[in-house]
C-alpha cells in the first residue's frame, strides 16, 4: 500500500518562506505525477502546483513566480518550495501522487494526510 508522508508545514510571517516535503513508499513503480493541493477554510480543495515525471511543471496563478515544485525521483519525493507568502496562502496543503504501472493500467491516485500552513499577516 502506498503511503504518503507530509512534512514542513508550520505557522510563519507575510513574507516568509516555508518548504514541504512528501515522501512516498510502498510502490515499486515510477511516479507518473506529484502535486500539491491545498484547502483555505470554507472553500473547496485546490491545485497549487504539480510536476510530471518529465519533470515539467504547472502552477496555480496565485502563486506563479512565488512557489516552486520540484521531485527528487530517486527517493520518490515531492517539494513545495513557498516563498513571499501572504496570508491567502494559509491553508492545509496536501500531497497527491498518481502511479500508472503500465501504459494499459488504470491510473492510481493517493493523497496524504494534510500539513497546516498559516500565514500570519
Known amino acids: 500500500q502506498v503511503q504518503l508522508v507530509e512534512s514542513g508545514g508550520g505557522l510563519v510571517q507575510a513574507g516568509g518562506s516555508l518548504r514541504l516535503s512528501c515522501r512516498a513508499s510502498?510502490?515499486?513503480?515510477?511516479?507518473?505525477?506529484m502535486a500539491w493541493y491545498r484547502q483555505a477554510p470554507g472553500k473547496q480543495r485546490e491545485p497549487v502546483a504539480d510536476i510530471a515525471s518529465s519533470g515539467s511543471t504547472t502552477y496555480a496563478d496565485s502563486v506563479k513566480g512565488r512557489f516552486t515544485i520540484y521531485r527528487n525521483n530517486a527517493k520518490d519525493t515531492v517539494f513545495l518550495q513557498m516563498n513571499a507568502l501572504e496570508p491567502e496562502d494559509t491553508g492545509v496543503y496536501s500531497c497527491?501522487?498518481?502511479?500508472?504501472?503500465?501504459?494499459?493500467?488504470?491510473?492510481?491516485?493517493?493523497w496524504g494526510q494534510g500539513t497546516q500552513v498559516t500565514v500570519s499577516s
Open positions: 510502498g510502490t515499486t513503480f515510477s511516479i507518473a505525477r
Open positions: 497527491y501522487v498518481a502511479i500508472k504501472p503500465s501504459y494499459t493500467s488504470p491510473v492510481y491516485e493517493y
